[in-house]
Nanobody, 123 residues
Framework: VQLQAYGGGLAQAGGSLRLSCAASGRTFSSYAVGWFRQAPGLEREFVATISLRAGTTYIADSVKGRFTISRDNAKNTVYLQMNSLKPEDTAIYYC?????????????????WGQGTLVTVSS
């Protein structure tokens, strides 16, 4: 499956953005999808993941209560709704897919990665 993340941009602290991850391929519904982010000089960080049919989600503590993940398999798209944004949310956000049969926050478990979209939050 090939992925493309988009929707990043500049937001003010307290604002919102919605990222989208568009997938190609007829087997998209067979993949769990995750969002990760990487800020300058820092390691890649897990943000959220969603199961095949959106029945289960797993959100990182650092964004819990502010970010939600959802998917529309009919549109081959996964969304990351980001509310109450903080300057520390500034990063390149990547979506990734894996079909190992369980949700995971481990980056190496994901087989396909999108190119990333930049989110900048100003204070």
């Amino acid at each position: 499956v090939q992925l493309q993340a988009y929707g990043g941009g500049l937001a003010q602290a307290g604002g919102s953005l919605r990222l989208s991850c568009a997938a190609s391929g007829r087997t998209f519904s067979s993949y769990a999808v995750g969002w990760f982010r990487q800020a300058p000089g820092l390691e890649r960080e897990f943000v959220a993941t969603i199961s095949l049919r959106a029945g289960t989600t797993y959100i990182a503590d650092s964004v819990k209560g502010r970010f939600t993940i959802s998917r529309d398999n009919a549109k081959n798209t996964v969304y990351l709704q980001m509310n109450s944004l903080k300057p520390e949310d500034t990063a390149i956000y990547y979506c990734a897919a894996q079909n190992r049969g369980f949700l995971t926050d481990s980056g190496p478990a994901y087989d396909s990665w999108g190119q990333g979209t930049l989110v900048t939050v100003s204070s």
